[in-house]
């Protein structure tokens, strides 16, 4: 279970992006954080992530609270989280499969196991062939999804997306969610943020939380 | 050949290049700085005067060293008073002092520039019995001389254009390498990474020791041409060497050099920033080539 407390994140004095979010987040839940820019959707994502630090306010994962964490034990937080962010786009002078498999590489899977279950990711996504290629030479909608799979590739047990399906056509952006929806039928906690509307998640069990201005306004659950 | 293993060794191949040329351009950094230093020191001692006594080494050591320490073969005095180079030289008026003793060679300095008394003391050194050469270390007017000429003009003109060139290619290099860096760590550390060896990749760090390994390898080549420099560019200079790094460096891999031949200095000048600026040049082409050569292979 996570639980934001009080929220409050104030890079400067007087300009809050949030303001005192509070919200309960069950294991298994799926979360659709909506709003329109800067309304904080994604650095409440961040800050769960410990990416960010709160001004005020804490984050507890269960009964620990992630800012009292030791800095050192943060990292081993982050590796039970897939992410996908806009700022950490796949490494442009790599081949695809070599930043995709960073997640396993980082925790210590030896490489080639981590290229292994790369290519069977990419195998059943059909990007087959498009591991080898450098970032640049993949379509918008190619690298959503190869994207998509670093961030479920360590299968972590929380999802945090923020625009997963940006630059991708609607056809795969249609895929993504359903990969999305397929991952938290398998059990995982899913985060995710989104600027617009999304038809299909008025179709799934998803609970809506709207924020504006760093704070929330509606929380609608299925 | 696959892709794959054609990306492998194409890959390898660029880090090894890459990595020779930032441990090349620790080198040549300590023989520029190194170049400079004696290049100044040039400027200052522009008109020494370069005294080979006809004594054996003994004999001179007892004669001109007052006091001397054992280091090998050689042996470094301190400077001689300039009563001691009066008396020695028995130039009642004469502006000379004795910048550097090596036995059976002086190196004699003016104070002052002054054409006539400095003749007139090179002169009647010359005539001196137990003075077997007087040499002009005329390194300055030998260079300014070889500016006037086109030829010259043009090696050192175009030296100095691949050196810029040079510099902003490894500038643009170690930015790259940087920016490559600062990216990777990043993602590393949102991904989970924590100790340097998560946070960095293997050629990251291997990328990080070569800059630290080109920055050990400037300072030592620095000392060890300041170290060097001083006792063997006075050994030689005695037979015609001016103390240029580069020069003695080229007299010890391929012999003598002719003291006198300016274009030879410049053409030598020329061939080792051109020798110099391959391993960057290198770099800077073989990422795009690499790049086409994969798109072709594809």
Known sequence: MIRVQDLTYAPQPGLAILAGVTLTIARGEWVWLRGARHAGKSVLLRIIAALLRPTQGEVWWDDVSLQRLPARALPY???RVGMLFAEWPLIADQPVIESVALPLIVQGTPRRRAHARVRQWFDELGLAEQAELFPHELSGSERQLALWVRA???????????EPTAGACTETAMR?????????????TVLVATGGDVPFLHEQPVRRVTLVRGRVVEDVHP | MTLRRTRRISGLLWHAVTLGGVVAWGVWLGVLVASLSFWLQAQRDQFAVMVVFALDADAAAQTFVRTASETGQWQRAERLSDEDVRALLRLEDSEITAALVLPPVVRLVPRQWDADALADAVGALRERPDVRQVVYDATWLARWQAWHTW??????GLGALVALLWFAALGALIAHAARATAEACALRFALGGGRITTLLPLWHRVWLGALLAAGAAALFVFAAYQWVSPAWSTWLGAYGFDGDPLRLLAHRLWGAVPADSAARVAVLSGAAALLAALPPALVVLAYPLRALLLRSLR
């Open chain 1, 77 to 79: 937080w982050r590796r």
């Open chain 1, 152 to 162: 479920v590739l360590h299968a972590p047990i929380l999802l945090l997306l923020d």
């Open chain 1, 176 to 188: 993504l969610w359903r990969l999305i929806a397929a991952a938290h039928a398998a059990g995982a």
């Open chain 2, 151 to 156: 030829g010259a003009r043009l090696a050192q």
